[in-house]
């Protein structure tokens, strides 16, 4: 076991809303830029290093790819040790000591008062997914070494009164090998061994790719990277919104309440293949069409779980009212076979991806959604295989660290903006998010930059350079309640 910081070896009404939003994204641009600069504050709020140095950096590791046209960087690629290296020295350049473990993440920290008090860990991650936006993981990072760059030129790094690390993952969004938190799981001691031996495309392993970046790791120092409980106070994690809300309000920063649990399903319905033109519509066992109203059914119910669960036993008024709020279902692949136009299909395949922020809830509408698709199946004489592919229960961000990261967040938007009178929002993430690993080593709290039409994962991922500024302030201004 590892102690923190020891390194080891639509119409109208729609549209409407969009313009709505961009003249409030804009206005609070304009408008933050004129009050600071009105005031005299941009030298007094850093913007030299907080909004100008972090927006070059940003664009500057976008560049940092494995693609030729646009952003990729998995884990451990050639582009992420290149990356790697980019970001070391911008965390010394901000007088943070540096390492990297035996996952590929990289730290930087600094001691402050009482090398011996429980760290304040500070991160997200550094790999991408294919074709990605420059924000994504990104931002928090550096707006975390800015933050501590600021202190280090006011000669107030020494000062901090407990220890702060920044942590670059090396792996969040599992593209390479299909296996996400690679890099905080590790941290938090969560990631089995197991793992050193997933295999990506090419039939490397885990554990080949880092030894080829002359890392070696066994299933003992694995073990060994988690950290120790009692040497951590709390992780913090700075990310974009990945979502509308923010933009939608008019406002750049908002507290994450939580991180909503996942389920992913994989549903098969077999039926009987025949020819397109001879087999009667009433003689069809048609797995399609049957498919069709399930997923149809899986909408109906999502957006209105309440009519859904009358029966449900163990959901009290909070449990339905969470879902009522939180219940997002997607499904994202569908496949048929033979899949020919002239050809009745003889069985589809389609996936689930439900996230809710209450898993009581979450089991429930799992429960009700097979129940439904049974009886459907059944209705039209095809078979069904319901598959859980992959469970994840929802966090709850720690009331101490929101509350803080609130207040310090509200003081940013102040020192922008002037007099306020809005109060920070409060957010659910419906995105899985590094901190989901660190809850099970630590208390986390998280804070969402918003990003232009809740766009993500995608080249067109944008976030305005006052936001990046005012997220940077908000990290600085929680760094500096632990003087």
Request: hydrophobic residues 40%.
């Amino acid at each position: 076991m590892a102690t923190a910081g020891v390194p080891h070896s639509y119409f109208p009404f729609s549209l409407f809303l969009l313009l709505l939003s961009s003249t409030l994204s804009s206005s609070f641009s304009a408008s933050a830029t004129a009050t600071a600069e009105k005031e005299g504050k941009p030298r007094s709020l850093h913007s030299e290093i907080l909004r100008d140095e972090a927006v070059a950096r940003l664009n500057e590791l976008g560049k940092v790819s494995d693609a030729v046209g646009y952003l990729e960087r998995t884990f451990m690629s050639p582009a992420s040790v290149r990356a790697g290296i980019l970001i070391r020295e911008w965390m010394e350049d901000a007088g943070l000591r540096t390492w990297v473990d035996s996952m590929g993440n990289l730290h930087g920290r600094v001691e402050g008062r009482n090398a011996s008090a429980q760290a304040l860990l500070i991160g997200s991650h550094m790999d991408t997914v294919v074709d990605a936006g420059i924000f994504d993981g990104s931002l928090g990072i550096i707006s975390a070494i800015s933050a501590l760059k600021v202190l280090e030129s006011n000669g107030k790094l020494g000062e901090l009164k407990r220890p702060v690390e920044v942590i670059a993952f090396s792996d969040e969004e599992g593209v390479r090998f299909q296996s996400t938190f690679l890099g905080s799981a590790a941290v938090a001691g969560i990631l089995p061994v197991t793992a050193l031996n997933i295999s990506d495309k090419s039939g490397e392993t885990v554990q080949d790719v880092l030894t080829g970046n002359s890392i070696e790791i066994t299933e003992g120092s694995l073990l060994e990277m988690k950290y120790d409980p009692a040497s951590v106070w709390g992780y913090v994690e700075l990310h974009i919104e990945q979502g509308p809300v923010l933009e939608w309000i008019g406002l750049p920063l908002a507290v994450v309440k939580g991180i909503a649990g996942q389920t992913r399903l994989k549903v098969t319905v077999r039926g009987s293949q025949g020819h397109a033109g001879t087999v009667p519509m009433s003689m069809r066992r048609d797995p399609m069409a049957a498919a069709a109203e399930l997923i149809v059914l899986l909408e109906s119910l999502c957006k209105r779980p309440r009519e859904f669960l009358l029966d449900c036993g163990n959901c009290n008024e909070y449990t339905l009212e969470s879902l009522s709020t939180s219940l997002v279902c997607t499904v994202g692949e569908i496949s048929t076979w033979p899949s020919a136009s002239n050809v009745i299909p003889g069985q589809v395949t389609f996936t689930v991806d439900l996230r809710a922020i209450d898993d009581v809830g979450r089991e429930a509408v799992v429960y009700e959604i097979s129940n439904q698709i049974y009886k459907i199946c059944d209705r039209r004489s095809v078979s069904c295989i319901i598959e859980r592919k992959h469970d994840a229960n929802a966090v709850i961000c720690d009331q101490e660290l929101s509350t803080r990261l609130q207040s310090a967040a509200y003081t940013a938007v102040h020192r922008m903006m002037g007099e306020i009178h809005e109060e920070v929002p409060v957010l659910m993430s419906g995105a899985g998010h590094d901190a989901m690993a660190i809850s099970h080593l630590t208390k986390v709290g998280m804070l969402f930059v918003r990003c232009r039409g809740g766009i993500s994962h995608s080249p067109e991922e944008h976030v305005l350079d006052d936001d990046v500024w005012v997220a940077g302030i908000a990290l600085l201004s929680f760094l500096e309640s632990h003087m």
